[in-house]
């Protein structure tokens, strides 16, 4: 039974380790030309800046 079990979870990780990853894809998405991307300073916000503890100021 022992045995038994140790091949099926043998073949059952090689199985899955065959499967093709599709973590990375081929082709970048498009940014669409009308996205209001703002961009800020650290992520204050516009006019603002990081102080010397992480606050914005």
């Keep these: 039974m022992r045995s038994c079990l ?3 979870s ?3 990780i090689a199985a899955l380790a065959a499967l093709p990853a599709s973590a990375l ?3 970048p998405s498009p940014v669409p030309e ?5 961009p800020v300073a ?3 916000g ?3 800046w ?3 503890w992480g606050h914005c100021r």
């Design 6 to 8: 140790g091949v099926l």
């Design 10 to 12: 043998g073949l059952s």
């Design 25 to 27: 894809p081929l082709a």
């Design 34 to 38: 009308t996205a209001s991307v703002l």
């Design 42 to 44: 650290q992520g204050c």
């Design 46 to 48: 516009p006019g603002w």
């Design 50 to 52: 990081r102080g010397p």
